[in-house]
C-alpha cells in the first residue's frame, strides 16, 4: 500500500473501514489506473477480463469506449461515492464500479455485477425525495407490483386517495408514468 495511507505501518481508519464492507471486489488505483492494491475477489475478477482487465501494472476496460469512461470516472471520483455501469457480460448483467477518494489521493473501487443481490433502502428514497411516510408506502406497493387498486385495498384506503398519493410521488421524483 502507498505510504501516504499508512500510519505507523498500519492503515487508517477510513480505509479500514472501507476494505471491510462486504465480499465485493475491491481496488485501490491511482487517478491513472495503476493498481496499488486489490483483494482476492478483485483478482478473481480481473482474472476472467471481462468487463475490466489488468494490463501491465494497470486496470483497464476491456472494451476501449468502456475504457475512456471508466479513466474519466476514476478522475472525477470524489469523497462521496459514485457509480459507473460498465457492458454486460453474459449472463452475469452489467458490471457497477463504484468509486471514493481515499486517503492519500488514491481512489477506492467496488465492482459487482448488478445481478448480484440488491438491497433497496427505503428510508433513503424518503428522504431523498421528501416522501410522506403514506407516500412511500405506496411506492414500496407499486415497485413490488400492484396496481392502484391492490395498494388500495392493501393499505385500506380509497383509490381516490392513493391515486392522489401517486401523482404526488410522480411529481417528487420526476416521473410522468409508471
Known sequence: MNAAMMRAGEATPVLETW?????RARLIVTDDLALQWRNPAAAALLERRDPLVLSGEAVRARDPADGRRFQAFVRAAGPQTTILCL?????DGHLLA?????????VGLTAFYASDEVQYHWADLREAFGLTASERDIAQALASGLTAEAVARTLRTSIKTV???IRHIYSKLGLSSR
Open 163 to 165: 391515486r392522489t398519493h
Open 98 to 106: 463504484a468509486a471514493v477518494r481515499l486517503p492519500g489521493g488514491l
Open 87 to 91: 457492458a454486460e457480460r453474459d449472463n
Open 19 to 23: 476494505l471491510g464492507l462486504g465480499r
